[in-house]
């Protein structure tokens, strides 16, 4: 098992522009979320899904859309960059629901100039 | 929603002793809490979770208390090693318990 892949690694935008990172698990878990990292401020959640087709709003949603047309991907959209969205990103799962082990994916460094 | 604080925001140990850090939360509602552990440019990793139940799990050298009257939880780790170094981050479920609201973490440094 692959566990929760996450890509790209790092990406630079200008402000305006529109990007997706891709979120993927192979563990057929159905619960995954999205966190952004920024210094100081813990895991803040943007978005999370309960299974396929069904998402909903997280802590921090403004400026970014999800879908999750299969249980294996989760990708997160980012409408129109904004330099406040220079952050670590992180997609995780879990089986079934939050009171279980979130598996994290490696996070995918974005910086907004 | 959930508030969740954690103290102190870095905590420094000498190598053998104990380390405790403590969060509290605001909604009453909530009914898990678990600890995930984030080394340096690493993914956090749960470590330990307790559930509204129970007021202790133990797993080798950490543990978590939870005490609900005042709303707060705690990680002890016991005779910390170096590799204990790490951001800790504690989180309670909200919303329905379909989220988790993460505190802002704690910088854990073991001195040898």
């Known amino acids: 098992n692959a566990g929760v892949t996450q890509t790209p690694k790092f990406q630079v935008l200008k402000t305006g522009q529109s990007m997706t990172l891709q979120c993927a698990q192979d563990?057929?878990?159905?619960?995954m979320s999205w966190y952004r990292q920024d210094p100081g401020m813990g895991l803040r959640l943007i978005h999370y899904?309960?299974?396929?087709?069904?998402?909903d709003q997280g802590e921090v949603p403004n400026g970014y859309n999800v879908s999750r047309s299969t249980t294996e991907d989760f990708p997160l959209r980012l409408l129109s960059a904004a330099p406040s969205q220079t952050s670590v990103y992180f997609c995780a799962s879990s089986g079934s629901g939050v009171q279980e082990t979130q598996y994290f994916g490696p996070g995918t460094r974005l910086l907004v100039l | 929603g959930e508030n969740v604080e954690q103290h102190p925001s870095t905590l420094s140990v000498q190598e053998g002793d104990s380390a405790v850090i403590k969060c509290t939360y605001s909604d009453s509602a909530s009914n898990y809490f678990p600890w995930y552990k984030q080394e340096l440019g690493k993914r956090p990793q749960l470590i330990i979770d307790i559930r509204s139940n129970v007021g202790l799990n133990k797993d080798q050298r950490i543990a978590v208390t939870l005490n609900k009257t005042a709303k707060h939880f705690s990680l002890h780790i016991t005779e910390t090693q170096p590799e204990d170094s790490a951001v800790y981050f504690c989180a309670a479920t909200s919303g329905g318990n379909n989220r988790l609201a993460f505190g802002k973490g704690n910088q854990v440094v073991v001195i040898p």
């Open positions: 899904s309960v299974g396929a087709g069904i998402t």
């Open positions: 563990m057929n878990h159905e619960y």
